[in-house]
């Protein structure tokens, strides 16, 4: 089982549209956790940290949910600038310091 | 300016040459990173060094050589190249090891490199 799980998608959604994105980690180690942002043939960018009470972001609601191992991403009113692959970060604070990134969720915002 | 600049960009060589990719951070970061993201998108850390001293070095054919004459310079070296080390390398840095949470990890462009 991969460390961090992440459905590949695509999410094929209308401009406007509110779409979630789901990740699942295994490690209970685990402590620091993030969304990142990949475009097209682009290098990975930080969207936002991930909180144990939740944060928002603008559009971007970011929820942790430590019992059950699933960190969420919530998009309100999608903008075609959207599209691209967001990826779900974990953090082992443990003597290892990693970042172990999931394979991706693929969004497509359609005009 | 851009903060983490790798060369190549893009490299097309044989199976057998002997390569480098190249990295600098002008961000003052006193880690540096080397991952690799495969055909099926998974981004995986290769090596990490901080203040020059090598402190993750993940499971990587040792034909994977890095060096950092400096904190602001991490290059990868691959020699006997072969069809799996197809991928893109992306450098990256942080100000500390972990990418914690006020510890942002800055990536390069990538290197695409393809092994024929």
């Known amino acids: 089982r991969k460390e961090v799980e992440q459905d590949p998608g695509p999410f094929n959604v209308p401009e406007g549209a509110t779409v979630a994105f789901n990740c699942t980690y295994s490690?209970?180690?685990?402590?620091?956790f993030f969304w990142y942002r990949q475009d097209c043939r682009k290098e990975p960018k930080l969207l936002m940290s991930?909180?144990?009470s939740g944060n928002e972001d603008g559009r971007f609601t970011a929820q942790l949910n430590r019992a059950s191992q699933y960190i969420s991403l919530l998009i309100r009113d999608s903008k075609l600038s959207d599209s691209a692959t967001y990826l779900c970060?974990?953090?082992?604070?443990?003597?290892?310091?990693?970042?172990?990134f999931g394979s991706g969720t693929r969004l497509l915002v359609r005009p | 300016d851009t903060a983490v600049s790798q060369t190549p960009k893009y490299l097309v060589t044989q199976m057998g040459n002997d390569k480098s990719i190249k990295c600098e951070q002008n961000?003052?970061?006193?880690?540096m990173y080397w991952y690799k993201q495969d055909s099926k998108k998974f981004l995986k850390i290769m090596f990490s060094?901080?203040?020059?001293?090598?402190?993750i070095n993940e499971t990587v054919p040792n034909r994977f050589s890095p060096k950092s004459p400096d904190k602001a310079h991490l290059n990868l070296h691959i020699n006997s190249l072969e069809l799996g080390d197809s991928a893109v390398y992306f450098c990256?840095?942080?100000?500390?090891?972990?990418?914690?949470?006020?510890?942002?990890?800055?990536f390069g462009e990538g290197s695409w490199l393809t092994v024929v």
């Open positions: 990256a840095s942080s100000q500390e090891i972990g990418g914690g949470e006020r510890n942002t990890i800055y």
């Open positions: 490690n209970s180690a685990s402590q620091s």
């Open positions: 991930v909180y144990s």
């Open positions: 970060v974990v953090n082992r604070m443990d003597s290892s310091y990693k970042l172990i």
């Open positions: 961000l003052g970061h006193d880690t």
């Open positions: 060094y901080n203040n020059k001293e090598l402190i």
